[in-house]
Every structure is written in structure tokens, then in C-alpha cells.
């Protein structure tokens, strides 16, 4: 094809789409700002209590060494006053909730036990904390 300068010249079939990534990925980024700021909720007047309706819940780490010794938190507590200990904890805070870490060398009657103390003070949530099985690796 002869162009009016007489060189040869040949179209460009191709579509270029740098500029169709460019526009896309400015609509990308006025999306990712404006939509957290779309949905803002119903606006209400909520009224006022001067006492907080929802409790926080308390969490309590109740430790048992393999000797016998009990710590809440970090507080030694004798293991005949823990029950004691406990129901003072549940009437204090309602919404008590245990974490129970035993050494695995402590007896399970010892362990059954000090669960029991824990149901009859009145504590609906109590969780056994154990360590992830570390699986070792095998040369063959």
C-alpha cells in the first residue's frame, strides 16, 4: 500500500490496552474507597441507662502444676480454698469465664475434681487449654 508520501506502510491490528488496564484500575480504587463509606447503618437516638446492659466477660486462667499447686491468673491459691475462691470469682462476675491449664503428670482425679468445684460454682464456661501436636518428622 502506497501512502501519499510513498512509503509503505502497514495498519496495527492489535488493540492496545494499556490505557483499558489504566481506566480499570482507577475504577478499582474509587470502589475500594467508596464502598466501607456506602453502608453507614440507620441513624437512631439511642436512649441512655446510667448501668451497661451488656457485661463484659471476665476470663480466668486457672493453672495446676503437677505438685499440686493452683495459681488463678497469677495468684497462688491453696487447692482446699479454691472453691471458696471461685464462687467468690462468680458472684463478683457473672459472666465468668475459666481457662483450666493442668500439667499432664497431675492426676486425672485431681484434674475431674477441681472441674467440678468450678461447675458448682456456677461457671457455664470453662476451657482446657492444651498445646498443639507437634508432629516430628521421620528419617527412613
Request: glycine share 4%.
Amino acid at each position: 500500500m502506497m501512502g501519499p508520501s510513498g512509503h509503505n506502510r502497514r495498519l496495527m491490528s492489535e488493540i492496545n490496552i494499556i490505557p483499558l488496564v489504566d481506566v480499570v484500575l482507577v475504577l478499582l480504587v474509587i470502589f475500594m474507597i467508596t464502598a466501607p463509606l456506602l453502608y453507614r447503618g440507620i441513624d437512631v437516638k439511642l436512649p441512655q441507662a446510667a448501668t451497661n446492659t451488656a457485661q463484659a466477660e471476665e476470663r480466668k486462667v486457672l493453672t495446676i502444676q503437677k505438685n499440686r499447686s493452683v495459681y488463678l491468673d497469677e495468684e497462688k491459691v491453696a487447692f482446699n480454698r479454691l472453691k471458696e475462691r471461685l464462687n467468690v470469682l462468680k458472684a463478683a462476675s457473672p459472666n465468668l469465664s475459666i481457662y483450666l491449664r493442668a500439667d499432664r503428670e497431675v492426676p486425672y482425679g485431681t484434674v475431674v475434681q477441681v472441674m467440678d468445684w468450678v461447675k458448682q460454682a456456677g461457671v457455664d464456661r470453662l476451657g482446657i487449654v492444651t498445646e498443639p501436636l507437634v508432629k516430628e518428622l521421620s528419617v527412613r
